[in-house]
């Protein structure tokens, strides 16, 4: 295998290397719900299986999942990098990341306590660091999983035969279940702790062992109890393995994963399309402008570079499959854009759908899928078109999928949507989808799903297609749970007695359509598309008038040009002209001149001609040959004049040779002169029609074309423009995409019973229950049936391979990975396989990928996998490497120190989204200054141009540095922050902030508030002081668990303990601009730093804020009084 085949071969090894060394997660009380309870316990403890609560009943039993040696994420990622590199210990980088527990090894248990032989999972990293002691391979981690699952096994069944030999003993006729002790457990944990090293044995240690205890009807025991099983080491490994094996095979991946592993774009191949103005005009030509667009309002349209951005999604990928890296600061529109980018997909589906002659002509023959009747659709109308919205970060997957389905997502002026709107109210329900006032959110359609875990597989199944009119508390009770479910799914039956029956779900809604006239569904189907394609007709129409303007502002542009260029020509020539007539004129005059000596020359020598005529005597002379004397002095008199008269004679030959030359001249240019005056006129016409032809683009009501008028507008006015739109075009392409919905629906109801059987199974798919009768091939055929109804699906790319089981290469159409500046490389290999089309969103310089593998031992399998820094998570994400090869983007110049500016590095982007409309200053000009070098501009602005900042109240003012100096610390929490924290909090109790209307008799919104930190355990200490003090609606959390949300206040509470205690954690959270960016950007409209200024405000990009803050010094003493 070549050098350059083996690298994709080498990156995967370098990747499944790195998540054997994942730290698995350990449930958390977060975890639980009614049917659900997370114990941690210390050996001694009562265990759930002896304990009255888990005590099982005749309808009830229960499912305990067993973690064992559960300790902070901290302590287990030291012990693995001791026991590989006894003599290194965490930086602060690692030490403030790892956060949470993680766990050794799990296993499920029955509701008696007796362990389920082959589900035991030891963690992978205790292994793979016992094989590095060893020098074994890494590749055989695998083995010595499976062989540990054995040996588990192993000893389940000596402890059965314990058990049987017992019952002989006693004579019983019955065996009595033995559940595990602590010894039994403890056993099994020492076991695990032994591959770690002596180092586990540290009497500091807190180990603990958590148990969920799942509360399951005892007719879904055995299942609960498969699925129970449903633990992991890493999300990743199994794809990872899967693709080193098709590498291995040397079977080429697609198109998208082919190029996510390969080479970097030199930088000859990149283009700036910030500077390089020709490229935007190209990206953003009306011939790429979409026929549809997200409804949203007409009169915020997308700007310069959104269009940008979206128009080289849909017409690269379009046409071919690949991979587009999209930068997106904070603010700048990221998901507005993708929700035009699926409008579009949906569309280019719908036109698919309109070329057929009737709705049953959706479908292949009927298969059989687990002994049922099923109707695959056709590939011509299906393929290509899912679309998955994945991320890393939970609440970006959540913005777009529960957003989408909103009502408020479509702009009141285009009436009421509906796109089996009340199925969607059901799924919110099911998913507990609340609005900003904890009320269930009103829907329009079921046009995406929040999927990704089995928990919300479950719950989305739960409101979409249930069988039964049936009371809300059996429905739920039903559903069951399994080790994936982090809600509570039967919480609902306390509705009953006010909801005894739910609303119908898409089951229903079918079968009462299959009941209709079937021959009215048809009519509808035909009406619909017919409208459709009228739809798409004006748009066309349309867009060739506003193609006519464009390319009459672009040849005004050239042809002005020409214009300039000949009209140059034409007075360079005129000139000439003119001095040739000047000449010509002159050497007239001088002719005219000359002639006239010449004449009086002719004149004189006549005259002394006439004088000269010889009389008799010398005639006489003559005869004899001599010359009087009267004629010697008459001949010499002649000489003089005959010599001027030849003098003249030739000057005038001469210049009237030069006067002929010259009119020559003077003529020939007249004539060259002729048919240019005549191509400048013709210009002239030109020019006007296409004024004429441009005059009527404007008249549209676009105001700006990708033409010289508009790179001559100051950047942030260039920035802000929306080109070669107009109101009521982007209403017409709003109303495509919403006929589009339509004809989707109305195929849906004119094939009611076919998507009956076909939804069926699909339901059967999510819930589980067709977990044995459903083959892997037939899977992809099953989301097909799915995306027809569901156009979009989201899920974290850490359920990606558990939610597409069976979904091989290439097998979904496109997908769109958020906040991918969070995902570590590795994460994403998988989903890209499966997709043939990405665009990877983000921002590098927003919150970097987090894993718990020590930075140390990631450079050391780097080195022995031979691979490049390019593919390593410690500096690199998901979004770099999609950047690296997008060809069209921006340079940000960028600087580690920013007393270094003079000679900033430069990052590369993929295509730049640059308008901000979330913050006010001086949040937005602080994060513009220290991460973007100036290129954001704001989106808010007022009919001149200046930042127009919200309206809003606030009793603490503006914001400002609070800088407190904290006299009781315990690193990095500091008391007196917290203790003013709490302060204002009072305050704002007391006069809550909001959002002015413009009305006195309407306050407008109350103001969100977030109390972030970078630090875990000042959060850790935050909590619980705003519990105790009644605050309800504060969302407090670190950094890394904001990325993607806003509010309009946020205090950010820097902690950490004065002089060289705490500045290695200052000097950490200082170390790049990206964690102050996230943090600061989340305020909309007020931010409130609460530390010490001067431990912190001399930092590198903490001066930048400093700078643009007020500090309001205050007094330790006086803490609690802001």
Not at 359 to 378: D, N, Q, R
Not at 463 to 486: H, I
Not at 553 to 575: P, V
Request: proline fraction near 5%; hydrophobic fraction near 40%.
């Amino acid at each position: 295998m070549s050098n350059s085949a083996s690298e994709p071969l080498r990156v995967l090894g370098f990747w499944r290397d790195l998540e054997v060394f994942n730290i698995p997660a350990a449930p958390s009380a977060r975890d639980a719900s009614s049917q659900t309870k997370i114990t941690t316990l210390r050996h001694g403890d009562p265990l759930p299986w002896q304990h009255d609560d888990f005590k099982p009943t005749v309808e009830y039993g229960y499912v305990h999942v067993v973690y064992l040696g559960v300790a902070d994420t901290e302590a287990l990622s030291r012990l693995l990098l001791r026991a590989i590199f006894p003599d290194r210990d965490l930086s602060e980088r690692e030490r403030q990341r790892a956060s949470g527990n993680g766990w050794l090894a799990a296993f499920v248990a029955d509701e008696h306590g007796c362990p389920k032989p082959d589900s035991y999972l030891a963690a992978s990293f205790a292994h793979g660091a016992a094989a590095l002691r060893q020098t074994d391979s890494l590749e055989n981690v695998n083995a010595r999983l499976s062989r540990a699952r054995d040996e588990f096994a192993q000893r389940c069944h000596r402890f059965e035969e314990i058990q049987d030999a017992s019952v002989a003993r006693t004579g019983s006729d019955s065996a009595t279940a033995m559940p595990l002790t602590w010894d039994e457990l403890r056993n099994e944990l020492q076991l695990v702790r032994r591959l770690l090293g002596s180092e586990t044995k540290q009497p500091d240690l807190d180990w603990r062992m958590v148990v969920r205890s799942s509360r399951v009807k005892r007719r879904y025991l055995s299942d609960n109890l498969q699925a129970a099983t449903d633990f992991l080491n890493s999300f990743y490994l199994d794809d990872l393995d899967r693709l080193i094996a098709q590498a291995r095979n040397n079977r080429p991946f697609g198109a998208a994963l082919s190029a996510y592993l390969g080479r970097a774009l030199e930088q000859d191949q990149r283009t700036d399309i910030l500077v390089q103005h020709a490229a935007m005009a190209k990206l953003l030509s009306v011939a790429h402008l979409p026929s549809a667009r997200w409804p949203a309002p007409s009169e915020h349209p997308l700007v310069l570079a959104q269009q940008a951005a979206v128009a080289q999604v849909l017409h690269t990928l379009g046409a071919s499959n690949g991979v587009i890296g999209v930068n997106g600061p904070p603010g700048t529109g990221k998901t507005t854009l993708l929700c035009d980018v699926i409008a579009e997909i949906v569309t280019e589906r719908a036109r698919r759908i309109a070329a057929l002659e009737r709705p049953v002509a959706l479908f292949e023959e009927k298969i059989s899928v687990a002994g049922k009747g099923f109707y695959p659709l056709k590939a011509s109308v299906i393929a290509g078109t899912s679309i998955v919205v994945a991320s890393t970060n939970n609440n970006a997957v959540k913005n777009i999928t529960q957003e989408l389905p909103a009502r408020k997502k479509v702009a009141g002026e285009y009436g009421s949507v509906d796109y089996f709107a009340k199925v969607v109210g059901e799924i919110f329900k099911a998913q507990k989808v609340l609005d900003d006032k904890d009320q269930p959110l009103e829907g329009w359609g079921v046009i995406a799903a929040a999927l990704g875990n089995a928990g919300n597989r479950r719950s989305f199944a739960q409101g979409f297609f249930r069988d039964e009119y049936v009371p809300r508390a059996e429905a739920a009770e039903a559903m069951g749970e399994d080790s994936e479910s982090t809600e509570d799914e039967a919480d609902q039956a306390a509705d009953a007695a006010h909801s005894p029956v739910l609303p119908p779900s898409m089951k229903q809604l079918l079968e009462v359509a299959s009941n209709d006239d079937y021959r009215r569904h048809q009519d509808e189907w035909q009406a619909t598309k017919l409208r459709f394609l009228a739809l798409l007709s004006e748009f066309e129409q349309r867009r060739e008038a506003l193609m006519r303007a464009e390319q009459a502002a672009q040849s005004l542009d050239a042809e002005r040009g020409h214009l300039d260029t000949l009209q140059a020509e034409i007075n360079h020539m005129t000139d000439d002209i003119a001095e040739h007539a000047r000449t010509l004129s002159r050497q007239q005059e001088t002719l005219s001149d000359q002639r006239a000596m010449l004449e009086a020359h002719k004149a004189l020598l006549a005259q002394r001609q006439a004088a000269a005529t010889p009389n008799l005597q010398d005639r006489l002379s003559a005869l004899f040959g001599r010359e009087t004397q009267r004629m010697a002095v008459l001949r010499r008199s002649l000489e003089e004049p005959a010599r001027l008269l030849a003098e003249s004679a030739a000057v005038f030959a001469h210049q009237a040779k030069e006067v002929a030359h010259t009119q020559a001249e003077l003529e020939r240019r007249q004539e060259r002169l002729k048919p240019l005056s005549s191509k400048r006129d013709q210009l002239d016409k030109e020019l006007q029609r296409h004024r004429q032809a441009l005059d009527a683009g404007y008249a549209l009501g676009t105001r700006h074309f990708p033409d010289t008028r508009l790179w001559e507008l100051p950047n942030a006015d260039r920035q802000r423009a929306s080109v070669a739109v107009y109101a009521e075009l982007d209403q017409l392409r709003a109303q495509v995409f919403l006929q589009a919905v339509e004809l989707h629906r109305l195929s849906i109801l004119a094939n009611a019973g076919k998507f009956i059987a076909n939804l069926r199974a699909v339901n059967g798919m999510l819930m589980g229950t067709l977990r044995d009768k459903l083959p892997v091939e037939q899977r992809p055929t099953l989301w097909d049936a799915f995306f027809f109804v569901v156009p979009v699906v989201s899920t974290t790319l850490a359920s990606f391979d558990r939610l597409f089981l069976g979904m091989g290469q290439d097998s979904l159409g496109w997908l769109l990975l958020d906040e991918a500046g969070q995902g570590t490389p590795q994460s994403a290999a998988g989903a890209l396989w499966r997709s043939r089309r990405a665009v990877i969103v983000g921002d590098p310089l927003q919150i970097e990928p987090v894993f718990t593998v020590p930075l140390s031992l990631a450079e050391d399998l780097r080195q022995r996998n031979g691979v490049d820094r390019t593919w390593s998570p410690v500096d690199e994400s998901v979004q770099t490497l999609a950047d690296r090869i997008t060809p069209f983007g921006s340079w940000v110049a960028m600087a580690s120190d920013p007393s270094a500016a003079d000679t900033p590095e430069r990052l590369w982007t993929g295509m730049p989204l640059r308008t901000h409309r979330r913050c006010d200053d001086p949040m937005f000009s602080v994060a513009n200054e220290i991460a973007y070098a100036g290129q954001m501009v704001q989106g808010r602005v007022d009919a001149q141009g200046q930042p127009k900042p919200i309206a809003f109240s606030c009793i603490l003012g503006e914001s400002a540095w609070m800088d407190v100096r904290s006299t009781q610390v315990e690193h990095p929490v500091c008391a007196d922050e917290i203790a003013h924290l709490l302060a204002c909090l009072e305050r704002l109790r007391q006069v809550p902030a909001h959002v002015l209307s413009g009305s006195p008799d309407e306050p407008g919104p109350l103001a969100k508030v977030f109390v972030i930190s970078p630090f875990r355990k000042v959060v850790q200490a935050c909590k619980p002081r705003i519990k105790q003090a009644g605050f309800s609606g504060i969302e407090c959390g670190t950094v890394h668990t904001f990325q993607g949300k806003e509010a309009e206040i946020v205090f950010f509470v820097l902690g950490t303990a004065p002089g060289s205690e705490g500045a290695g954690a200052r000097a950490w959270a200082a170390g790049k601009p990206n964690l102050l960016n996230v943090a600061i950007t989340r305020a909309k409209c007020r931010l409130y730093v609460l530390g010490d200024v001067q431990q912190w405000g001399g930092l590198d990009y903490f001066r930048q804020l400093r700078e643009a803050l007020p500090v309001q010094r205050i007094e330790s003493t006086a803490a609690s009084r802001p």
